[in-house]
């Protein structure tokens, strides 16, 4: 609603409201801080977030179209499981859509400024796997495949592949501790990079192929063989 008198909004920051509402609640979904299947009504989760039920509505809609949460009539919110079938479909898209991102900026012949992000997260990832410091090297392995969308360029990509991305994420982090060391996948990202520093379109290519494969198949295996309390 306007006012008035100055013809500006009466709350100049409700989206600023929204937005905060809306990194906060996905960064819980996320860390698995909210776990699969939490469920709140709409007021429970405004005060949990002491924050009014507008913008926390708003952003559990913006959440609802990414695909993590469920909002039921009369009944809230709910975050929605992690299941085999939909990290299947997922790791499916990511695998040609990531694949073809890098073949493309092999072609670019990038230097060493635009591949910078890529290179620091993989020397984040190496030392992190030094110290056995699994979040950590998460979180650069992360920065990692959203850098390689960044340095591509295609802003429509980049907004579909994201959110593809977020619940990969999600997934992983509920299964980080139950796999072995991701010391391969660090190589993989090592040789990725160095693909693209060669400029050889092929070969980093094949090894983003290669790299989606093998990681969808040891995800897809704890979330089919054990009892999670996520599926």
Known sequence: ????????????????LVDAA??????????NELLPGFQATEPEMAALMEMSRTPVREALIRLQGEGLVDLVPRRGMRVLPVRASDMREIYDILTVLESSAAENIAR?????AE?????????????????????AWAAADDRFHRALLEINGNTRLIRIVSALMDQAHRARMVTLRMREKPERSTRDHREILMSLRA?????????FREHRRRAAEELLAILENYRLPVL
């Open 115 to 135: 591949l910078s992000p890529l290179d620091e997260a993989t020397a984040e990832m190496e030392a992190a796997l030094e110290v056995e410091d699994l979040d």
């Open 199 to 207: 400029g050889d379109a092929a070969r980093a290519g094949a090894l």
């Open 1 to 16: 609603m306007m006012n008035r008198n100055s013809g500006k909004p009466e709350n100049p920051t409700k989206g600023t």
């Open 22 to 31: 809306y990194r906060r609640l996905k960064a819980a979904i996320l860390s």
């Open 108 to 112: 670019m012949a990038p230097g060493d």
